[in-house]
């Protein structure tokens, strides 16, 4: 009895393949069935950007790649596990594109970056010159850099996008990440004098990637939520080993500026003083239990009172999105894991704050969906302490 060859089913294909009943090989923006046929190749649907599966990236022939990196390298054995999250956070789609289509696409992605994209990122106006400027000269140097700041701008593209469009600028975000990854794992174990500033620049841009990437979801598991979050937070502690490494090479270049966090001069809401101010008493009363971290919750509550300010002078900066997951010790990430209470408590004041980021195009509605999750998870002892994120996020007297 003859055996049948195994296949993998397209599930994924354009409308042409579908119309013409054969197996399309999902290639963005334009299939291989399509490319030979010369026929418009149009998808309806689009893998999600997220929770992809681990399956290999396929490759067309060398006529077809004009990549801006020639040849990748393995994948560094010492590389971090916690970047190895990066490839949830991205679909599997084919990494290369037709060439002529391709460069013009960088060309308008530099743009992007350029006119738009770049304004998330800063925190005042000594770094919005790093990032504006000088991320896009070292990139122009490190090809990996230069494919995560096309990947950024094709993402912010696709969210401003209608569906039709979406699908094509997703499929090119998708394509960069994953010419971006390989090649900056391999360095990871070796951070030095050379690759330092793209290795931080590339670190920063994921974290912006894996927040907007929740935003294309189709499905709720896919979508902003209390475990998404949960995610880009240890993706963020790799971000973290990286600046750590990156900042004795760094401090006296033209990159400084990035680790100068003295305090601006911001008015903060009393209302918002007042809450920090209930979160760190309550930190500090016994009925929490003997078991109870102070020590590593004071230090928690405290990063969010040093970062607060950047929120109000830059309220569309990833800055306190991505530095309070960057500074969050492993032990509160396991509280929140675990659905310790006080740590969902404190996790709820966070979510305030990203709402006031929301006009961020990669945060957008994160700080209202998760602090929804929180709330259905918390009993009603604990619900009156988010009293105050609830009445800033959703409104006075809102119910969920």
């Known amino acids: ?68 990196e020639p040849s990748l390298p393995e994948q560094s054995n010492s590389a971090s596990a916690t970047f190895d999250l990066l490839n949830r956070f991205g679909a599997d789609d084919d990494p290369t594109v037709p060439s002529t289509t391709l460069n013009m696409n960088q060309l308008e992605l530099i743009l992007q970056w350029n006119n738009d994209t770049h304004r998330f990122f800063p925190r005042n106006e000594e770094t919005r010159h790093i990032w504006r400027d000088l991320i896009i000269e070292e990139a122009f140097k490190t090809p990996f850099l230069m494919h995560g700041v096309l990947a950024v701008s094709a ?65 709720d598991p896919e979508k902003p939520s209390l475990d998404a979050l949960n995610d880009v937070f240890i ?40 809450a920090l101010d209930r979160l760190a008493s309550m930190n500090t009363t016994s009925w929490l239990g003997e078991q109870h971290d102070t020590a590593t919750y004071a230090r928690v509550i405290q990063a969010l009172r040093d970062l607060l300010p950047y929120t109000y002078l830059e309220p569309t900066s990833m800055t306190l999105a991505a530095g309070w997951a960057i500074r969050s010790p492993p032990a509160y990430l396991n509280d929140l894991q675990n659905r310790e209470p006080f740590a969902l408590v404190t996790h709820a004041h966070y979510c305030a704050f990203l709402h006031i980021a929301r006009e961020n195009c990669f945060i957008q509605f994160w700080g209202s969906a998760v602090l929804r999750d929180i709330w259905h998870i918390l009993d009603s002892n604990w619900k009156q302490h988010i009293d105050w994120p609830i009445h800033n996020v959703f409104g006075p007297g809102h119910i969920l």
Not at 38 to 55: F, G, H, N, V
Not at 163 to 170: I, K, P, S, V
Not at 200 to 219: D, E, N, Q
């Open 235 to 274: 993706l963020c502690r790799g971000v973290q080993e990286i600046t750590s490494t990156a900042s004795p090479f760094l401090r006296e270049s033209n990159f400084a500026p990035l680790f100068d966090l003295s305090r601006p001069v911001v008015n903060i809401p009393s209302s918002t003083a007042e």
């Open 155 to 219: 993402l912010q593209i696709s969210l401003c996008k209608d569906e039709h469009q979406r699908a094509f600028w997703l499929g090119i975000a998708a394509a960069h990440k994953g010419q971006a990854l390989p090649p900056f794992l391999a360095n990871f174990s070796d951070i030095n004098a050379v690759n330092a500033k793209a290795m931080l620049g590339f670190a920063s841009l994921v974290v912006a990637f894996a927040f907007g990437s929740a935003l294309t979801g189709r499905s």
């Open 1 to 68: 009895m003859a055996l049948r060859r195994p296949h993998q089913k397209s599930r994924h294909g354009c409308r042409t393949c579908k119309r013409r009943r054969v197996k399309c090989d999902e290639a963005r923006p334009i299939c291989s069935n399509c490319e030979h046929r010369k026929e418009t190749c149009d998808y309806d649907t689009d893998s999600s950007l997220i929770w992809a599966s681990d399956r290999k990236l396929r490759r067309r022939s060398q006529r077809r790649t004009e990549s801006l």
